[in-house]
């Protein structure tokens, strides 16, 4: 099981990277927007050095064209690295992209995924992830967890090496509902990730804990303070 940030803000990820078990970063223009960088590429090398190279890193190209998607990955691993994973929306033209980078050896994330037949094919493309965009599946009435065990079980059938990172949440059940559909990995806001902690429960429970403990040795005393 795999927690990605689907962020391109440094704040964020750096809070994330001190906080959770995080496995690498996702971006899209959409994402990219939001932040705005200046410089995109210098932008792009403080991610990496707040991530390092343990975890992965995710950049959607934005060309329609096979040519123009080869031309924007080469560029992104000369001003990267050449591990960067290439974030290819699952179009014809994109199929083709992605067979043409696994050949030359390159990591490849297959997004913008709505149908199975769709997933299938960047399946056999060699797509190391595929990402299912679950809320908007959701909201064109199809059933995006369904897409999901269907294609968990083609991969485990078939002996792919591919995982399935879901992705487009909009409330923690439906990340938990992917998870537990057979997704092997999850890139989802940080401030959503961060919602799991505002149940009041667990700031009562840590709150009476904290009272019975200082009920015995005093206010203001830690275990350090012993």
């Not at 962020?7 to 001190?18: S, V």
């Not at 059938?157 to 092997?184: E, M, P, T, W």
Request: aromatic share 8%; proline share 4%; glycine share 6%.
């Amino acid at each position: 099981m795999e927690f990605l940030v689907d962020t391109a803000d440094l704040n964020e990820i750096r809070d994330a990277a001190e906080h959770l078990p995080l496995a690498g970063v996702t971006c899209n223009p959409t994402i990219v927007r939001k932040s705005a960088p200046r410089d995109f590429f210098a932008h792009m090398r403080q991610v990496r050095e707040i991530i390092g190279t343990e975890r992965t890193l995710h950049i959607q190209i934005i060309a329609e064209d096979t040519a123009g998607q080869l031309a924007e990955a080469d560029r992104l691993f000369q001003e990267i690295d050449p591990e960067v994973y290439i974030k290819v929306p699952v179009t014809w033209e994109g199929l083709k992209t992605i067979q043409t980078l696994k050949k030359d050896g390159h990591h490849v994330t297959a997004t913008a995924v709505y149908d199975l037949m769709q997933a299938y094919m960047a399946l056999a493309a060699g797509a190391d992830y595929i990402a299912p965009y679950v809320n908007r599946i959701g909201s064109c009435g199809a059933d995006p967890y369904a897409l999901i065990r269907n294609l968990s079980g083609r991969i485990d059938h078939d002996g792919y090496a591919c995982k399935i990172v879901a992705a487009s949440f909009h409330s923690v059940q439906q990340v938990r509902d992917s998870l537990d559909a057979g997704a092997q990995a999850v890139t989802v806001s940080p401030a959503l990730l961060k919602g799991v902690y505002a149940n009041p429960n667990i700031t009562h429970a840590v709150a009476d804990f904290a009272a019975d403990w200082h009920a015995v040795y005093g206010e203001g005393k830690g275990i350090t303070n012993l």
